[in-house]
């Protein structure tokens, strides 16, 4: 998949203020600091798509971003949405806060019929962490389709990496029968990008046949 095009579009307080549900729709979401914005922009091919920041839980909003890419420089073009939603797990939100987006997000989940897939980021340089295997249970108990993305392999050592993600599969076999898809990415060496591109063309072209 080549990227061709890739530009901020709006921000929404919830589901029923998204735009018009015409495009396959992908989003991303994690804990907060998990170097979701850093993700993006390197899959996107543009260093200031969505805005990295050192406060954690400064994304608010449902951020759509409008993509055009092709499977190859001269192939036809496909659009689709790139969607940076709120992080969980940040300690200092508000109960109020929590709350809110609580709602906005379950709307979201639930109710936005053209979402595609969404994209779990984990930190690889931590062990399995509760709120991420809550999450994810959620988006279970939803019906949502998700993938989980362990981010900043880069950051640690590679035995490190790799024992925290086996220690994560190895929790979910407890409960679950069949294990997420996972891609190993890294923003810094663009580790991850041809793979994650390649399955977001795939969904793409299984949904214009559908």
């Keep these: 998949m080549e990227i061709r095009k890739a530009a901020y579009l709006v921000s929404s307080p919830s589901f029923d203020k998204c735009p018009k549900a015409d495009y396959p729709e992908y989003a991303f979401i994690g804990r907060s600091n998990v170097g979701k914005s850093s993700l993006i922009n390197m899959l996107t091919g543009q260093r200031s ?9 400064k994304t608010q909003l449902i951020n759509h971003f409008v993509i055009e890419s092709s499977s190859g420089q001269k192939g036809p073009l496909d659009k689709w949405y790139l969607v940076d939603l709120p992080g969980y797990g940040y300690a200092k939100r508000s109960q109020s806060d929590r709350r809110r987006w609580e709602q906005m997000i379950e709307g979201y989940f639930r109710k936005r019929e053209n979402l595609t ?3 779990v980021l984990i930190d690889s340089r931590h062990g399995p ?30 035995a490190v990496v790799e024992r925290n993600i086996k220690a994560f599969f190895d929790t979910l076999k407890t409960t679950w029968q069949f294990l ?17 591109l390649a399955f977001i063309e795939g969904n793409n072209l299984d949904a214009k046949s559908s």
């Design 129 to 158: 962490q509760k709120n991420d295997l809550e999450f994810i249970s959620q988006l279970d108990k939803w019906g949502v389709v998700f993938s989980l993305v362990f981010t900043k392999t880069d950051k640690e050592k590679p």
């Design 49 to 57: 798509l969505a805005k990295t920041s050192a406060t954690p839980g």
């Design 180 to 196: 997420p898809r996972h891609f190993i990415t890294s923003a810094e060496k663009k580790l991850g990008r041809e793979e994650m």
């Design 117 to 119: 897939q969404v994209f």
